[in-house]
């Protein structure tokens, strides 16, 4: 009987008999390593995933955005733009006025993930990360060398905007050229990078665009590849960080730091020890190159002349996806109808019913740097808190010069011209124009922006900064006269602007100065531009009293009141970003100097 | 192949007993329910809590956990919600084990499954909870977390052969707590305050005030209660069962049905248009034993049950969140036409919510199939037998919802031309009619096989038993690529001498699908002890000690629970970003190209939790069997631990997402002590239970992000201990705020929480927070139940309560007007004004939301303790005469309270359990009958 106990053993024995199958994974469509480099279209996938999480594109952003990568694009509800004299916001959601107004960041707030300014630099360095493993694969793809190369190029490219990003915030950095391991903990310590100096961090960044440009082309053929890595953007940055480098925050003509710094180590990350006019140079030829690739070699670029209106001609930079001046842009996440272009559009004149607008909106400090159209300066002098008639207002802001009015929506005039419909800010209705606080709407980027049109593009490089950045060397190095005006006048006779003639360097300083917060409003430059002039902490720049022209729905006739709107607090350890504390904390990091 | 050399080693083991020629085991004896069996309970070397399915019943309550406040020593049970349908225990098994995940497995009739909560306490037998390694090592490398096995009642041939029972029971339901906010002119008064407070201009004028106070035009003024408008005083619940029982020679059987009904505490609904929260449900259960011939039998459980759930459209939480917070000068319930009011900002006018949009409804099915056979081979030793079951279950749920969408009139204030005040409505919004949808459709379903050899024999010295056995388990979810599929080959081998010393050794050799061929596998062993020292010659045989037994297990166990599924895989794919696919936009138009991404960093040696387990136990009964006793002390090394370890890697490394590795510990420390003491006095019976536990688990190796200062590390702290500022007071003036260090959150006014700059570098900010209060769950737990009866009458209580616990105070409750809404009386009578500054107890009124002080500090932490009698029940039993001739052989009827009342310590005006003014914790009030036929 004892074979019924057997046979009882080996029924159970035969449940085994596919044990690892019970419990092997079902096939499925996963994808594995090899399976990206192996396929073209994965690997061109994958190139779009480094652009994708490669910083680009710096419009702002709707602040719940669940995925952390939105943000370091732009910050959450305004413009960068807004932590300088040139706009003003309000509303709940911008993060812009709660914290750099009020001077409330520092290293434990500046990059946690979870508020919303305009930098994250982990999230920065997970897209390098991303260019590592694309650049350090892509050769297994089955492309041909040439495209390789010129793939692998556009990968280097971003991986050093990348690191230019950071650069220009933090000052020098560390430098990720290769896919670190971090498989298991005890790779860590492997891989604690300490700071590069800045000089080294320049270096690098100037090595890779040149690098890259070898490999890129001029040109894409298709029109469908708009906004890929074309030779001209790698000149372009070449020559924006050179350009920086040669500025007084990082090459200051005395060796002064912004604020004291007695360590020697920690002098060398923030900016260059000891002045050198000869970095001046080396930022005018390069800003020379990216002219000359563009008269000569790209076949396409230059400076946008169409329109015979000069205002018309302007907005059209901003507007038309296929505008030869653009070097390098970055189109929207999503269409105009979602909350990113959302914020940037006045009141609720499109789409009505839009909550929570942040309307930007130009500061009166910033409307004075604009010229009027015969070349003179307004007359501002309002006095604080007087009434003055809404027909003056109407006739002062009429007679700025044309960038101004393609940049700003006032009161009294149509927002889609033509229309018909005029607007009088003062008056109530359910447009929530009344809130403005400054001067005007803003209205680069989002003229004739619709719910259901394509959104406008971030412009990361246009060719009419290379001609004030070459005019700004150039003056620095004592240059020729002629040629710096030249440099100016090319970007002020595109709007029908008088030439400007040169005096002396300091008074050319001035006027080039001036001439880029005009012809760069609202893109971002000016945040930076200050930082590397030092005169950020000027009153009334990034520092104290911001002011408007309020309007006043009085009887018999509307009047407008010079009025202050903000108080901005700044602190000259500002000038660079502190690295935030989980960094610094980990033992590796030399934190910037006052934070 | 390796189970190849298990069976083999399973033969020889059967073989060698065999040629023992012992003898076969004396059934009578107290028997024990253990994982696949039954042991004989002195003879247990375990660690276990065991409580019959008739006193779970007890606590009228619709969902099954909730019946075990108090019945388990050694569980922590916390109540974070009243509604009807939603309203399950949290529970802990000896505290928290990991920062993962703590869910434990169940067991019903000796298969997993995944839902116990909707069994009725009717049907079941008893619960077992499993405790330490020796209970728990089959279970191998689910068992970490605990278990609880569900044994269903069976027929029995004992006493009549057909009982039947039918069960009757109807309760009133209030809310334990409903908080207090503010009429309209306090509110508006106290909104003044705090513009005023935040250095704006008031927004209610004079005459705005006097309107609200004297209330005299309520839809100029408007002054609305929403708990007074939306809540019926009571809710109700109620239950009915119908069971048979018997059996005879060959065949035993056990037969229930029953009914649960549980209705909201919304008003004015109809149950058509719109509906009040219903839950309703309806159990089944057959369980049959046949005895095919003297050697075969069969078991076949039948279990199965419908529940019907509806609720409006409008989620709960929302819903009471809109009751509580909306200001009660907001808008009047309805216009003088009676039209639904809203405003565009707050629309969601709650009585608009509740009878205006429809409702959802959600419907489950559930089947749970096992048979079991069971073959004795006398013919080869006795006390041998071979077994094996199948079991299927499944789950079907579906929706069915009513939408409608309503129009709501804005009410619009203005000041005409005289300067008189008129009142108009604009429209918004429209009316639709119901429309019908249903979705919301899910199924799961598991299928366990397990199959085995057993065999007991027992001589005047030896007694033995083993088991070994096979099972796997195989669930799935609708619409998940793969199944959730595990094995486990397991045994037991226990061993008494002479009824003093007890050794058993048990084993699971597990895994499971979500790891990495080859190391899919893991073996679990555990080894016990036991000395019964009441039987041993140098303890005197006395009624005094009656029975005492020391013992003691050691064993390694796994939790595969909480972890990504087939994490040691390298994934790539498209990631969506708010619901759009990550890309890029090339091209003049939005041509989207997708991206693909290199997804969360795969761990190639990831693997399950570990857990070395200790515990001793004592097991007595003293003073003839009237006193008992049961004490565990143990000790739990927990390591591998999935834990994010990108946190301590520099941002650099570009894996900031996450890299989850096997690295984390804790340890969990604890004790558990339960007496009880029953005796008799002449026609009084009356018994006393006493429980008491202890749990604390600490973090051993958390790999966290790296901080500033050492006292912000979870490292060495607790498990949930929470950090935040200390709280110093408030500022006295402006002078006080100068004279102390800068606070960096916003710019603090008098009244303003005042911190303590605990590094002393002269600024308060996160780096000052450290550890505040207790763990937020209980370390204590503790429970009495006493009762007392006297010829018919009966009289029980059931306490329990909590205590080593700390919560934290935060949200609308105690942080008014922030996006305008209400304030609770609990606020306006704390709070700091320059004339109360020496008594505030909350910090001064403003209209945002503070930075600086709402966040986290110890001003809103509160220890808290609490006992609840949860549950007291009178009863009158009646036999014979009448009854007698109308063929009932007993009728019970009773009367029972659950959460009858709390004493706490808690100065806060919300429940302490539910710590919300969310759907509320109940109070019921019951009678009940109870027939035997």
């Known amino acids: 009987m004892k074979y019924l106990l057997i046979i009882g053993c080996i029924l159970i024995s035969t449940l085994f008999f596919s044990c690892e199958d019970y419990l092997e994974k079902p096939i499925s469509s996963d994808i594995t390593v090899d399976s990206v480099f192996n396929s073209a279209i994965r690997t061109e996938q994958f190139l779009w995933n480094v652009y994708s999480t490669a910083s680009i594109y710096e419009f702002n952003h709707f602040w719940s955005s669940s995925d952390p990568r939105f943000y370091h694009y732009g910050a959450s509800g305004s413009l960068v733009s807004v932590a300088t004299d040139e706009l003003e916001v309000e509303g709940t959601y911008p993060a812009i006025p709660r914290y750099f107004h009020t001077g409330t960041w520092n290293a434990a707030t500046i990059d946690p993930g979870s508020w919303g300014l305009e930098f994250m630099s982990h999230i920065t360095y997970q897209g390098i990360r991303n260019a590592n493993i694309f650049m350090e694969n892509v050769d297994k793809s089955p492309f041909s060398e040439n495209e390789k190369n010129s793939m692998k190029a556009e990968a280097r490219f971003l991986r050093a905007l990348m690191h230019f990003d950071l650069m220009q915030r933090l000052g020098g950095i560390s430098i990720v050229d290769h896919v670190l391991s971090v498989s298991s903990i005890d790779d860590v310590e492997g891989v604690k990078i300490p700071r590069s100096t800045y000089a080294q961090t320049v270096d690098f960044i100037v090595s890779e665009c040149e690098e890259a440009a070898k490999y890129l082309p001029n040109v894409y053929e298709d029109t469908k590849y708009l906004g890929r890595i074309v030779k001209g953007a790698a000149l372009a940055l070449k020559a924006r960080v050179l350009l920086y480098a040669a500025s007084p925050l990082f090459n200051d003509p005395e060796g002064k730091t912004y604020v004291p710094v007695n360590d020697p180590v920690l002098r060398e990350l923030i900016g260059y020890p000891t002045y050198d006019p000869n970095r001046w140079q080396l930022a005018v030829e390069a800003n020379k190159a990216v002219l000359d690739w563009a008269a000569n070699e790209s076949g396409w670029c230059q400076l946008y002349t169409g329109f015979d209106n000069p205002v018309d001609r302007y907005e059209e930079i901003f507007i038309n996806h296929t505008c030869p001046e653009v070097i390098l842009s970055a189109g929207l996440m999503q269409n105009a109808g979602g909350y990113f272009c959302l914020f940037m559009l006045p009141g609720q004149i499109i789409p009505q019913g839009q909550n929570n607008p942040s309307n930007h909106a130009i500061t009166f400090n910033f409307t004075k740097f604009y010229q009027k159209s015969d070349g003179t300066d307004q007359v501002w002098n309002e006095e604080e808190g007087v009434a003055y008639p809404y027909s003056q207002y109407q006739r002062k802001l009429g007679e700025l010069e044309p960038r101004f009015q393609a940049s700003v929506f006032q009161s009294g005039t149509e927002w889609s011209r033509g229309s018909g419909t005029v607007y009088h800010f003062y008056e109530t209705n359910t447009l929530q124009l009344k809130d403005i606080r400054g001067v005007g709407f803003m209205r680069k980027f989002v003229k004739g922006v619709t719910p259901n049109s394509p959104a406008p593009r971030w412009i990361t490089f246009r060719l009419a900064e290379f001609y004030l950045n070459y005019a700004e060397a150039l003056n620095e190095v004592n240059g020729n006269p002629g040629e710096i005006e030249w440099a100016v006048n090319q970007v002020r006779r595109r709007v029908d602007m008088p030439d400007v003639k040169f005096t002396n360097q300091n008074e050319m300083r001035q006027i080039i100065r001036r001439e880029r917060a005009v012809e760069f409003a609202f893109e971002q430059h000016r945040y930076f531009d200050l930082r590397r002039w030092k005169t950020a902490s000027e009153e009334g720049v990034m520092k104290g009293k911001i002011y408007t022209l309020k309007l006043y729905d009085t009887k018999p006739e509307p009047t407008y009141k010079l009025e202050q709107i903000s108080s901005r607090v700044w602190e000259d350890k500002m000038y660079l970003y502190p690295f935030r504390q989980q960094e610094v904390d980990l033992g590796y990091i030399i934190q910037n100097p006052g934070w | ?933």
């Open chain 2, 1 to 933: 192949m390796k189970e190849n050399n298990m069976n083999r080693l399973a033969t020889f083991i059967v073989f060698l007993i065999i040629s023992a020629g012992m003898h076969a085991a004396d059934p009578d004896s107290t028997l024990l329910n253990i994982s696949f069996g039954k042991q004989e309970a002195e003879l247990s070397t375990s660690s276990v809590s065991e409580v019959k399915g008739d006193d779970l019943r007890k606590s009228h309550v619709a969902t099954l956990s909730n019946t075990f406040f108090g019945r388990f020593s050694g569980m922590t049970t916390l109540q974070t919600d009243g509604e009807p349908g939603y309203d399950e225990a949290t529970i802990y098994l000896r505290g928290p084990h990991s920062m993962r995940s703590n869910s434990f497995i169940i067991l019903v009739d000796g298969f997993e499954t995944d839902g116990f909560n909707q069994l009725t306490a009717e049907e079941i037998e008893s619960v077992t909870y499993l405790k330490d390694a020796a209970a728990l090592a089959v279970h191998g490398i689910s068992g970490a977390n605990g278990a609880l096995l569900i044994t269903t009642k069976r027929g029995s041939l004992t006493g009549k052969k057909l009982k039947i029972s039918f069960k009757a029971r109807y309760g009133v339901q209030t809310p334990t707590h409903l908080p207090r906010f503010e009429n309209a002119y306090n509110y508006a008064r106290l909104y003044n305050e705090g513009l005023e407070n935040d250095g704006m201009a008031p927004l209610y004028s004079e005459s705005d005030l006097a309107g609200y106070q004297s209330g005299t035009d309520p839809y100029a003024y408007p002054d609305v209660n929403w708990y007074d408008e939306m809540l019926s005083k009571t809710s109700d619940l109620q239950d009915y069962t119908l069971s048979f029982s018997g059996g005879n020679k060959f065949s035993r059987y056990y037969v229930m049905a029953g009914y649960m009904g549980s209705n909201g505490l919304y008003a004015h609904t109809d149950g058509k248009n719109n509906s009040n929260i219903s839950f309703q449900r309806i159990n089944f259960r057959a369980n049959v034993d046949i005895d095919v011939s003297s050697n075969l039998s069969f078991a076949l459980n039948l279990g199965g049950r419908i529940e019907d759930r509806k609720f409006p459209n409008t989620g709960t939480a929302t819903l009471w969140q809109n009751m509580a917070t909306y200001a009660p000068n907001l808008y009047p319930v309805r216009t003088p036409q009676g039209q639904i009011t809203g405003t565009a900002n707050y629309p969601d006018n709650p009585i608009g919510s509740l009878l205006e949009e429809g409702y959802g409804s959600r419907h489950s099915r559930n089947v749970q199939a096992i048979v079991t056979a069971k073959y004795l081979l006398p013919f080869i030793t006795d006390g041998l037998a071979v077994f094996g079951g199948v079991a299927l279950s499944s789950n079907y749920m579906s929706g069915y919802n009513k939408t409608k969408s309503y129009a709501y009139y804005e009410p619009v204030k203005t000041l005409s031309q005289v300067g008189e005040d008129s009142l108009y409505y604009i429209r918004r919004g429209t009316d639709t009619d119901l429309t019908v949808s249903t979705g919301n459709d899910g199924e799961t379903s598991r299928t366990g096989v397990h199959a085995g050899v057993e065999y007991e024999t027992r001589s005047d010295l030896h007694n033995l038993n083993l088991q070994m056995m096979f099972k796997q388990d195989a669930y799935s979810i609708f619409g998940q690529q793969s199944v959730f599929a595990k094995q486990n080959w397991l045994g037991r081998f226990g061993y008494a001498y002479d009824r003093k010393y007890l050794a058993e050794l048990s084993f699971s050799y597990s895994g499971t699908d979500n790891y990495k061929k080859g190391q899919r596998f893991g073996l679990f062993p555990a080894l016990s002890l036991g000395w019964i020292l009441s039987n041993e010659d140098f303890i005197p045989k006395t009624d005094k000690v009656n029975f005492l037994k020391i013992r003691g297990s050691a064993g390694l166990l796994g939790n595969d629970n909480g972890a990504e599924r087939f994490a040691y895989n390298q994934y790539w794919g498209t990631a969506s970003r708010q619901g759009y696919n990550q890309g890029y936009f090339f091209g003049t138009g939005v041509t989207f190209q997708d991206a693909l991404v290199q997804l969360a960093l795969a761990d190639p040696n990831f693997t399950w939790e570990k857990a070395m387990l200790y515990n001793v136990g004592i097991d007595a009964l003293f003073f003839n069997r009237r006193l008992s006793l049961t004490t565990d002390l143990y000790l739990e090394n927990r390591y591998d631990i999935l834990v994010n370890v990108a946190n301590t890697m520099p941002s650099f490394s570009g894996v900031d997402f996450s890299s989850m590795q096997n690295k984390g510990k804790t340890r969990n420390q604890g004790f558990e002590v339960s007496a009880r003491y029953a005796d008799k006095v002449g026609d009084v019976n009356y018994f006393a239970g006493l429980g008491g536990s202890m749990s604390r688990t600490k973090i051993v190796a958390s790999y966290e992000t790296p901080r500033k200062e050492e006292a912000r590390y979870t490292q060495g702290r607790p498990l949930g201990q929470r950090f935040g500022l200390e709280a110093i007071g408030f500022f006295r003036d402006e002078t006080d705020i100068e004279n102390n260090p800068l606070q960096t959150f916003s710019n603090v006014r008098p009244g303003d929480l005042k911190y303590k700059d605990q590094n002393g570098d002269g600024i308060i900010d996160v780096n000052d927070e450290v550890a505040i209060g207790n763990p937020n769950i209980p370390e204590i737990s503790y429970s009495a139940n006493v009762g007392i009866s006297w010829k018919g009458f009966d009289l029980e209580f059931l306490f329990d309560g909590n205590t080593n616990r700390s919560v934290y105070l935060s949200g609308y409750m105690f942080w008014p007007f922030i996006n305008d809404y209400n304030i609770s009386k609990w606020t306006t009578e704390r709070r700091w004004t320059p004339e109360t500054a020496d008594r505030a107890a909350a910090p001064r009124l403003g209209v945002q939301a503070n930075a600086n002080n709402y966040r986290s500090s110890d001003f809103w932490v509160r220890d808290i303790s609490l006992l609840r009698l949860r549950n007291a029940e009178i009863g009158w039993t009646y036999q014979g005469g009448a009854l007698q001739r109308a063929k009932i052989e007993k009728c019970r009827v009773y009367l029972s309270a659950l959460n009858l009342f709390t004493l706490d310590n808690l100065d806060a005006d919300v429940d302490p359990e539910t710590l919300s003014a969310g759907y509320p914790t109940l109070k019921t009030f019951s009678l009940g009958v109870t027939l035997d036929f």
